[in-house]
């Protein structure tokens, strides 16, 4: 099972949304595909609709040693299943402090390798153990971002993170690339900071993701709408980008 992991400490830079895109387009390439929403907001399990008042088991559950992870499954399609964190994970960075707790999902994770072909993982928009759980289980690591100063202010901050998680996690993780979204190529700015943006990408040792995700209204409605953009919205511009970029993500 491949782990990826999609963070970006700048919330609303599309990460939930590209979660739900890569792993839905992962499933419609006839792959077997767990989501896992460590988000305690919980958006992705409620884009795909999961009750989250009467969920009955939740990452949380298993990660306090009450349940097992097997527990926590919720099929979504077939072979296209999610975990949920819950929204007790509000308090994780002061819940869960012995020593270990940056493995709490990885030895999760390693009970499910043979059940599925990919695990995507969508975190939350800070640099707390819950992203570090996520990044030390991974392979590797999908970041999108604005064409924006602030995105790529963000850049630098999660570099550091993402060392630290090497250097004592993880050792293997790789960043994958960076992905651009609700992206308006026509914009001066989106222009002038391409260039600075394919720089960050050299200094953090990876690429910038050719597919660039054009605005489109119609991701907002599919999420409304409680389901993937391919299926609510198969002819968005944005569909199309998402739709290219799994095939340059399976493509490597």
């Not at 990452?59 to 527990?71: G, N, Q």
């Not at 819940?95 to 999760?108: A, H």
């Not at 953009?229 to 095939?247: G, L, S």
Request: proline residues 2%; aromatic residues 6%; hydrophobic residues 40%.
């Amino acid at each position: 099972m491949e782990i990826v992991t999609l963070t970006n400490q700048k919330g609303g830079v599309a990460k939930t949304t590209t979660a739900l895109a890569l792993a839905t387009g992962l499933h419609r390439k006839k792959k077997k595909v767990l989501m896992v929403d460590m988000d305690a907001q919980s958006n992705l399990s409620f884009t795909v609709g999961v009750d989250l008042l009467n969920i009955e088991t939740t990452l949380y559950d298993v990660f306090k040693d009450e349940a097992d992870i097997k527990d926590a499954l919720q099929p979504v399609e077939n072979k296209l299943d999610i975990v949920t964190g819950g929204l007790q994970m509000a308090a994780a960075d002061m819940e869960f402090t012995s020593v270990g707790r940056e493995y709490l999902l990885k030895k999760n994770l390693e009970k499910l390798s043979s059940n599925y072909d990919y695990c995507v993982i969508d975190t939350p928009p800070t640099l707390g153990i819950l992203t570090m759980n996520a990044l030390t289980a991974s392979h590797k690591v999908i970041i999108p971002l604005f064409a924006d100063i602030y995105s790529l202010q963000g850049i630098s901050q999660l570099q550091g993170f993402i060392q630290n998680i090497r250097e004592y996690c993880n050792p293997g993780l790789k960043i994958e690339g960076l992905l651009l979204t609700k992206y308006t190529a026509r914009t001066n700015i989106a222009q002038a900071l391409d260039e600075q943006i394919q720089n960050a990408a050299i200094t953090l040792e990876t690429k910038v993701f050719k597919t660039r995700i054009r605005q489109a209204v119609a991701v907002q409605e599919s999420q409304l709408m409680k389901g993937d953009i391919y299926t609510k919205a198969p002819n968005a511009t944005a569909t199309k980008d998402y739709m290219e970029f799994v095939k340059e993500f399976i493509k490597k």
